[in-house]
Every structure is written in structure tokens, then in C-alpha cells.
């Protein structure tokens, strides 16, 4: 499955030489040639592109055509996931969760899967949903757990929904029918905050979140920002965090 998403999900074909290198990387890993899909992937992901960061990311975190190496996973997926990669968001999130190559921290890797949770990967999407359900990195909160478990199963895949319902139906026998509203509430605006066209993750945000040292729990809504990164006024925050181009 990891080999068919890194060398089918993440081709895309563009008429430059760092393109080209990645997409030569996409096809060497697809084919089992790790060695070559690495070199491929270095030449493209030091001219910045994010794709072929990932690739290398997932290469050292699995041991794929290099030694394993979770110190330089975490390396090169934070060069994606500042980007706003997505997968390489969820997969460094994951990396802060469990201390792999790096000191362990819920807070941070709360910060990551919420960043790629906004912008639909389904993975991160249930991830924060289990981060929310424990009270991991976050605040216990079941209404939330019981959103983001909406979209973890309209989004993962059909084999994939399975635990994704078992869990919802876990905490449904928690909640009154009134929560279960306001979970469903919740859920609807999330959406339609993701589906704003100008909506972009913000890493500047999440930076500036550690600067002026809101709670999690307050900064969760700020690393998801729009491109021009406007102000943003808290509720329950008491102060407006201002935040000047785009990360």
C-alpha cells in the first residue's frame, strides 16, 4: 500500500528538472529500485520540492534503500510538512506522538495532524480524533473526537472505516442527544471552513501560536488560516493574533 501511494498518489508530471527527478523517483520506488527512487528524490528535494521531501522522509522512516533513521524522517518530513504537505504533516505528527527521532511530544504532534486533518487527509483526520477521544496533546473532548470520526469515515477508504464507525459508536454511547448535535454542528462547520477555496495551512500560525503561548486547546483553530493570514480573534482567547504574508 505505501509503495502503490508514493508512486501513484504522488506523480504528477510537470515539464521542469526538478519535476522530472521526482517523477523518476515516483516510478523507481513503484518498481522496487529504492536506491534509484533515492537518488531521484535528493536532486529533486533539495531544489525544494515537497513531494520528493516526503519521499525521502518515508524512505529513512521505513528503511526503504537506506538504513532506518527516524532522526532524518523527522528531518525531511518537517521540510514538507512547513510547506504544507499534508501527508508529510500527519506522518511528522505521528513521529512527536511516539518520540521517533525526536523528543516526544503531544503538543507538537497535535499541531501537525490538526494542520493535516484541515486539509482532509484522511489518516490525520483519525488521528486527531483519537488525540481528542484520549485527551493526548489536547484537551479530552468527545464532541470533537465525534467530528473528526465523521469525516475519518466519509474520507478513508471503504476497508479503512471500520474502526472508524466502531469508535464513533463507542463514544455516541457516551453522549446525550443533545451533544450528539452540537458534535454534528461542530462537524458541519468544520467543513465548510475546509472547503473555503482561499483557505491555506499556515506554519507562521503555528508559530506565532508558541510565541504568544495560548493553550492548545485556544490555538488548535489558528494553524489553519487563509493565504493573506489575516487577524484571528479567539473566542475565549481575550487577544487577536496578527499575522503578516503567507508561510
Known sequence: MLRFLIGLALVAL???PAAADYSAGAGAYSEGDYKAAYREFLASAKDGDARAQFGIGVMYHKGKGVP???AKAVEW?????EQGHATAQNNLGIMYRRGEGVSKSPREAFTWIWMAAMQGNPRAEMNLADMFRRGDGVGKDLLQAYAWLEFAITDLPKGARKLAQSRRDQIVAQLDDQEIQRAERMAQ???AL???PSSTVCARGRRRVIERGLSWR???PLVFCYANCKSFSLAGAGRPIRMRGQA
Not at 518530513?77 to 510538512?81: G, L, M, P, S
Open 77 to 81: 518530513y518537517a521540510k514538507a510538512a
Open 68 to 70: 532506518k533513521d527516524y
Open 194 to 196: 475546509r472547503e473555503q
Open 14 to 16: 510537470m515539464a521542469t
Open 189 to 191: 462547520t468544520l467543513r
Open 218 to 220: 485556544e490555538a488548535a
